[in-house]
């Protein structure tokens, strides 16, 4: 079973950048899609971002483009999500989740982590 974990959650100022990362074990990410989540405080869990097992396609929302970059190391079962310019309405517990194979349907993603914190406030 595919296994994640969330790190590099944090406390930011508005304008800032934090670099999240997702470990996987259990199986290889060569086969599997990445999806980044995230739940504010009263508010349902939304899609982020997404990246295909290969890395070549990736999707954003849209209150996160041109801000936020996913990326993807197989070699070393990681994927990132580097978020520059952020924003008090991006606060909230992120987290990673998989699927094998491709979508960009946010509901097709499951294996979640436990979450890590994002607090962007001055």
């Known amino acids: 079973q595919l296994q994640l974990v969330e790190s590099g959650g944090g406390l930011v100022q508005p304008g800032g950048s934090l670099r999240l990362s997702c470990t996987a074990s259990?199986?290889?990410?060569?086969?599997?899609?990445i999806g980044w989540f995230r739940q504010a405080p009263g508010k349902e869990r939304e899609g982020v971002s997404c990246?295909?097992?290969?890395?070549?396609?990736?999707n954003y929302t849209g209150s996160v483009k041109g801000r936020f970059t996913i990326s993807k190391d197989n070699a070393k079962n990681m994927v990132y999500l580097q978020m520059n310019s952020l924003k008090p309405e991006d606060t909230g517990v992120y987290y990673c989740?998989?699927?094998?194979?491709?979508?960009?349907?946010?509901?097709?993603?499951?294996?979640w982590g436990q979450g890590t914190q994002v607090a962007v406030s001055s």
């Open positions: 989740a998989g699927r094998r194979g491709w979508s960009s349907r946010w509901s097709d993603y499951n294996s």
């Open positions: 259990g199986f290889s990410l060569d086969y599997y899609s």
């Open positions: 990246i295909s097992p290969r890395g070549g396609i990736t």
